[in-house]
Every structure is written in C-alpha cells, then in structure tokens.
C-alpha cells in the first residue's frame, strides 16, 4: 500500500524579518527592491518602529573616525554616512553636515589624538588637525590644546529614517505587523516557525535583527551561543534652549582607548536643541531605560554568564566611575567642564535614555564589530554596534547578498 505524501504546510511569506529598528527595516526595503517578487512580513514587537537603539540614540552620522581600517564597522561608516546623506537628500528629510572636533585637554590626549589623525586618514577621511588657537576661533566656548576636525560627520531624523524605509518597503509589498512578538523561532525540514504574540508565523526563511534579543532568538533556532547581549543604559541631558548656540560643531572628548565607548560628547541635535551624553552603566534590564527598571530574569541570565564576570573584572574601574557619575550629577557635569567649562548643574536637563545591546563573548570580551552568524533558516544580526544607525543601508544591503546567497532557491526564483 502506498502511502500519500506528506502535505507541506501553507507559507504566510517567503521571508520574516524580525525587528524594527534601522537595520531591520533597511533589509526588508532593499531586499523588495533587489526581489520585487518576494513576500516579506516584518515583525516588530512594539506598537511603532524605531522604538528602541535605533528612536534612542545620538542622531550623528558618523564618519568612521575610530574604527579599523579594514574592519565592516570602518567600510559599513563610510559608505553608510554618504549612503544616510543621499537618502534624505532624495526623500526630503533632514540632515546637517555640521562636522565633529574630538578634543585634547592634556598632553596624554594630545598624544592620542594624532593616533585618532592616522586612522582618520587610513578610513579615507580628510581630517584637519588644529591647535588651541584655532579651536578658539572656531568654538569660543571649547577648551582644549587640540583638536582634530572631521567635516563628513552630521545629524539626521533617523526615525524619520526608518519611516520612510517602512513607507518604501511597504509600497513594494511588505507586510509590517506592529505589536508581534517573536516568543520563539523554530526551524522545521523545509521551513520556519514563528511563535508570536498574535499566532504563529511560518516562512521560508528568517533575517533576525533582534538588537537586545538577538542572542535569544538565536537560542531558539538551536544555536550554539557562544555570546551574551549585556544591555548599557546610555544617559543624556539636554541643555536649555539659552544654550542652543553653544557649539557649531559635535564636540567629542579624546576616547580612551581601553574602553569600549566613546565618552560623553556634545551633540547638536537636527531639531535645533543640544544634548550631553551619553554614559554607559549597566542596566539593570534588557530595556532599562532608568535605574528602577529591574528584570530579574534579565540579571539571572546575566549571572550565569561567564563572559559578565569577566567583562566587570576587566572594567571594574570604569565601571564603578559610570555609576558614580550617574547617580551624581556633578561628576556628569564635571566630564562636560572638561571640555566646555561654561556649562553648569542648572543646564542639565531631563532627557530620555537609550539602551545598547552589546555583545559580550565567554572570555569577557566586547565584540566591537558587527556580528552576523547563519542558522539553517535564518541569517542572524547578533551583534550591530555603534555607527548601526550610520551604516543600516550598507548594512542591509550586505545582508541581501548574504541572504540571496545562503537562499538560493529565492534568489533563483527572483531571477525568472
């Protein structure tokens, strides 16, 4: 007796991308574009797009002043900043090409900063380097013995951003869902599984962009993870409208350069305001967004990870000073004065937090560029750090190449 073949079950679409946030809707507006005849669904688990890293971030296009010739994050900056220009350009959203000074106060800054010069030029960049006199003329209310100018860098609307993105991917076909969540991903012989908040979802194959749930998401598609995303609360503050003219410039502090992050700048924002910051202290949740945001479930996980241990035995120091300057504003104040004495407690105002999603591996490691790993159905963003917002065109469009090569069966059938 023969038996009858197994029937495959119904796809809802050929591809599910969850998350979005910059990188994830990026995806799904270049792949439509490369593959009109492909159905996507667009999961995001909040109410609006852009609700996390890429709404709660500092607005700069970044340059690719710091990154390692060679590296994704240094070639991703570089096409990503002339790529978010050319886009709002061509959709009439806003952006200022106001440029950036990273500032030496000290001889030890000094000397690192003709370190930052160097790498500004082997990134292809056209950095101007300038003594304290010449800071003076150009920004009156900066202090410092030197700096070095990078004219490329700007602000951007990259909400406004994503908007558009979602408009454009949504006119060639993609189905975004707002309120999805993803509570797990499974892979089946010949297809993928979704469990979500409003019914299962099943596709061909996954493009994850899960920022602060990457390394979860991952886990369910049976992953070996090898990684932890710690979540950073960064602060910022905003200064009062008298203050609007303060600088002409972004200023930045010389980084140092056994930390990870880049230290609390001045940051002319596209709507005209300035805002201080950020920090970066542990969150006490994934979406820590202020100190009484507590997730037990969140912390458990992080305990049991190694790489955490590691990670705070490595930068215990700063760490601790991250606290300290967080829940005391005049340590906050005083990383400001170093650079901009003018300023004073008073200016400091109440401004919302972003999270970042770092990547930490066992051995207590920050992973500090992007981190893109496959599993049978899906291709996974595990780790997009800072310039991610800068860089999300050629970010997406890697991804493309990446997917329409791990899919050949799609790309195939794109091309009929």
Not at 22 to 39: D, F, H, K, Y
Not at 293 to 301: A, G, I, P, R, S
Request: aromatic residues 6%; neutral net charge.
């Amino acid at each position: 007796m023969t038996t009858a073949p197994e029937r495959r079950p119904a796809l809802d679409a050929d591809v599910l991308i969850v998350g979005g946030g910059i990188v994830g809707v990026s995806t799904a507006m270049q792949l439509l574009t490369r593959n009109p005849g492909l159905s996507i669904i667009l999961a995001e688990k909040e109410k609006a797009l852009a609700m996390h890293q890429s709404g709660h971030n500092s607005g700069v296009i970044h340059a690719g002043v710091y990154y390692a010739p060679g590296s994704l994050k240094a070639e991703f900056c570089r096409r990503g900043a002339d790529a978010t220009y050319a886009f709002s350009a061509e959709h009439g959203l806003r952006t200022e090409r106001c440029g950036k000074l990273i500032v030496a106060t000290n001889d030890i800054e000094r000397a690192r900063l003709k370190d930052l010069f160097v790498r500004c030029q082997q990134n292809g960049l056209h950095p101007e380097m300038l003594d304290g006199a010449a800071l003076r003329r150009i920004e009156p209310n900066i202090t410092g013995i030197a700096a070095v100018r990078v004219e490329s860098s700007g602000i951007a609307d990259y909400p406004a951003i994503v908007r558009k993105m979602a408009e454009l991917a949504t006119l060639n076909g993609a189905d975004i869902r707002l309120s999805c969540e993803i509570l797990s991903l499974r892979e089946e012989h010949d297809h993928l599984v979704a469990s979500t908040t409003t019914g299962d979802i099943r596709t061909r194959y996954g493009i994850v962009c899960g920022g602060l749930m990457a390394d979860r998401l991952a886990a369910t598609c049976g992953m070996e993870i090898d990684f932890r995303i710690i979540p950073f609360r960064g602060e910022y503050f905003r200064l009062p409208a008298s203050k609007d003219q303060i600088v002409n410039h972004l200023i930045y502090p010389v980084p140092d350069p056994s930390l990870p992050f880049l230290g609390v700048h001045l940051t002319r924002m596209i709507d005209g305001y300035v805002t201080v910051g950020p920090n970066a202290v542990l969150a006490m949740a994934r979406q820590g967004y202020r100190w009484r945001d507590v997730n037990m479930h969140d912390l458990m996980e992080m305990a049991a990870f190694p790489g955490f241990w590691k990670m705070l035995r490595s930068h215990a120091r700063a760490g601790f000073q991250e606290g300290v300057n967080s829940v005391w504003r005049h340590g906050y104040l005083n990383l400001c004065r170093k650079y901009c004495p003018g300023l004073q407690l008073d200016d400091l105002l109440s401004y919302p937090a972003g999270v970042r999603a770092q990547a930490v591996m066992r051995d207590g490691s920050m992973v500090q560029d992007f981190l893109i790993r496959q599993s049978k159905h899906c291709l996974h963003v595990c780790n997009a750090p800072s310039p991610a917002a800068t860089s999300a065109i050629p970010i997406g469009a890697h991804l493309v190449e990446q997917f329409l090569t791990f899919a050949e069966d799609l790309q195939m059938r794109s091309q009929r």
